[in-house]
């Protein structure tokens, strides 16, 4: 596998959640604070984003509009979703994240699957993201009994508008145990920070162009040291090789709230001429080895990025995989190459 494979791969969100719940206001959000990275918004309609009339940079055709810092928004059905996905991962549109608003597009479910299905090289799964109303919690639920359903099947829960429920510690609890291990963070206004999502770029990278982030600094500096609650990263480096199957264990094992872990890890004499790029996103894992760059030092390094994580702990448990034994056993790669794609029939669609 060539160097193609990984680095230009965009991630696809899907972000879901019940009328009300503050999902297009975590879009908004989203758009408004990407920094230097641009977004696909894939939506039911244009109504419901809030696009300022001096970022947007022009229509594309009856249903793209393209704004100021270089996101896309798209208004499509579900049996439209892989011509956009398509179409925004193409070199030329310079998306670096793209996510699908599940608002009546289809169950969450069937968007993840589509996604998961979808035979475009250059998107990968990025986590099925649901927003529930910490004040409605329960007559939402009572209303929509299939929430318990979306929530078990959630990779990262944002337990919205926090500041208006009386009881946030009641619902935040009730959450984690209708969640499969999730993350869940609590937010108001829908304030999630955009780096559990995708790694954002500098916003200096953006050259020439008018961005939501420019028309709106001002007015929402004050709520930037609130963006970092509930978030956890630890980055880890090893020198020594990782050894497979320690590996593997602790991936299989990772811990509730664990939602991404990204970075590159050398497995020493079990493959020398590659590395293997990691991507996970709750359940969902996948490797992609690539020739180690010429000239690199050959190292192991890893981000994990989650909400209530023990990063101490977790940093033991990875130094705990490290091996520098001389030798390979023959086997030893078996449970990574079932993650890697094209090497068994559907790699690393674990848990959907």
């Not at 999902?23 to 604070?33: G, S, V």
């Not at 300022?52 to 270089?70: E, I, Q, R, Y």
């Not at 925004?88 to 670096?96: E, H, K, N, Q, W």
């Not at 030893?332 to 794609?341: A, E, F, H, N, S």
């Amino acid at each position: 596998m060539g160097n193609s494979s990984t680095p230009q791969q965009i991630p696809v969100v899907v972000l879901a959640g019940f009328l009300g719940s503050g999902k297009t206001t975590l879009l908004n959000h989203l758009l408004h604070h990407s920094g230097g990275s641009r977004i696909g918004a894939i939506v039911n309609d244009f109504g419901s984003i809030e696009i300022d009339a001096m970022a947007v940079a022009g229509a594309l055709g009856d249903s793209t509009v393209s704004l100021g810092n270089g996101c896309l928004c798209c208004a499509v059905d579900a049996s439209e979703l892989d011509v956009y996905l398509d179409r925004l991962a193409a070199p030329d549109a310079g998306i670096d994240v793209i996510v699908i608003e599940a608002s009546g597009l289809a169950e969450p479910q069937e968007l993840v699957r589509m996604v998961l299905a979808s035979e475009q090289p250059r998107v990968v799964y990025g986590g099925l993201v649901e927003v529930v109303d910490a004040a409605e919690f329960d007559a939402t639920r009572a209303r929509h009994p299939e929430l318990d359903r979306h929530l078990a099947l959630a990779d990262l829960v944002v337990v919205n508008k926090l500041d208006r429920a009386a009881d946030g510690e009641r619902v935040l609890g009730l959450v984690r145990s209708l969640t499969d291990r999730a993350a869940v963070v609590p937010a108001t206004y829908g304030r999630i920070d955009p780096e559990f999502l995708f790694d954002c770029r500098p916003s200096e990278e953006r050259i020439g162009q008018l961005s939501f982030d420019d028309l709106h600094e001002r007015g929402t500096d004050e709520h930037a040291g609130h963006l970092h609650t509930g978030y956890d990263n630890l980055s880890f480096a090893s020198d020594a090789p990782m050894e497979p199957r320690r590996l593997m264990r602790f991936l299989d094992s990772r811990p509730d709230g664990l939602y991404r872990i990204k970075g590159h890890v050398d497995f020493g004499p079990y493959d020398v001429r590659n590395r293997y790029t990691v991507h996970a996103v709750g359940r969902f894992l996948r490797f992609h080895p690539e020739p180690w760059p010429a000239g690199d030092g050959r190292r192991t390094q890893l981000v994990l990025i989650g909400s209530g994580i023990d990063t101490e702990a977790l940093d033991k448990e990875l130094q705990g995989c490290a091996n520098d034994a001389p030798h390979a056993d023959e086997h030893g790669m078996w449970g990574i190459l079932r993650y890697v794609p094209g090497t068994e029939e559907e790699p690393g669609t674990g848990g959907y």
